[in-house]
């Protein structure tokens, strides 16, 4: 589904999908660059990112929805969970997870 596509609901459910995949991967990845090999962080960052496809959605999506204000939840649930989850599924594959 294209962006121009999606209705207000959708639209701030994939911006909100977009910030918490930012944090959760982007995170993880800047831990990985800057933490030694033999650290804690580097541990941490590692498992996350070796997690089954199956797994990072399930997490990415408890995020999503524990993360968001009241506002901001009533768009979510318009939008609807399986179209969340399709979105962090389409996005992981897109950045290679």
Known sequence: MKY????AHERLAFERVCN??????????NMLEDYP???????????????PHDEMIDEIYR???????????????????AFIRERISKRLTKWGY
Do not use: P
Request: hydrophobic content about 35%; charged content about 35%; proline content about 0%.
């Open 4 to 7: 121009s596509e999606m209705n």
């Open 63 to 81: 995020e999503v929805m524990m993360d968001s204000n009241r506002d901001v939840l009533k768009h979510l649930r318009f939008a609807g969970e």
């Open 37 to 51: 090999e033999d650290s804690e962080e580097y541990a941490i960052a590692k498992r996350h990112l070796s997690k």
């Open 20 to 29: 918490v995949m930012s944090e959760y991967i982007g995170g993880s990845e």
